[in-house]
């Protein structure tokens, strides 16, 4: 049968055409560039899990069971951008209490390993933010900086620590790495949007989407926006749970879009 004219027929007899064969050479480009965008957000955010997942490599000191909130890390930063880690830490406790925390940069078995550490009387339920500068200097193999921060625990206080992976790469122009991200994010998103409008606009006969479909597209256009800020804030098992399940959602919806057949 010649691939052009695919078609099958209902309980009623009545011949149902596959859209993806009526779709035309614009609907195509339309199919394409939507595929398009939502593999680059999805590389974006894999990229970002794959660097958080190689700072929890860190194991000296020994992990602390509790986090430390608020933490900010940057995703990525230029090989001439100076980025900043952030960590804010509280004393829980109604006595003045001395605190330390340290901020490990690099990789802890390397002799160029860099550590900085901030000491500081706290009063009672006072909480402090706490900055660490990171550069390309602190990136192990050129293209990634293994963060850790780690706040030593107290008789009243337990130990914390939140671990992040910056990536770096040499960007174009005078851009940040920040910048870069929210556009390719952006254009990603666009084109997954866009995309999508054109394949519909330029698909005979022209039928609206399934709403099982529309809320595919919104709940991965969510998880994905959702899970790089979990990353941005250092919450990592939330970030691997939402990249896995944009995966299963794009692995489904992907091939869905191209090989399912619509009603006329």
Known sequence: MNSEHHSSYGKQGNQKISRRNQAGPLGIFGMLLSALGIL????????????????????NP????????????????????????????????PAIVRQTVIGYFGQLTSETMREETFKSYFDP????????????DDAVGDHLILVKVHLKGRLVTPARESVCGVLVFDLPGNFTGTQVLIFLIVAGLALMVGGGRVWWAFSVPRVPFNPAEKWAVISLIVIIVVGLFSS???????????FYIATLITGVMLPHFFLSHRKP
């Open 232 to 242: 941005y804030f250092g919450i990592f098992v939330l970030a691997v749970a939402l």
């Open 125 to 136: 339920y006072e909480a402090k933010e706490v900055e660490w500068e990171i550069a390309a």
């Open 62 to 93: 020994p992990n602390a069971k509790e986090t430390i909130r608020p933490f900010t890390c940057p995703i990525v930063i230029d090989i001439d951008e100076i980025g900043v880690v952030r960590a804010t830490v509280k004393n829980v406790s």
């Open 40 to 59: 680059i957000c999805l590389a974006i955010f894999g990229a970002s899990v794959y660097a958080d997942f190689e700072a929890t490599m860190f194991d």
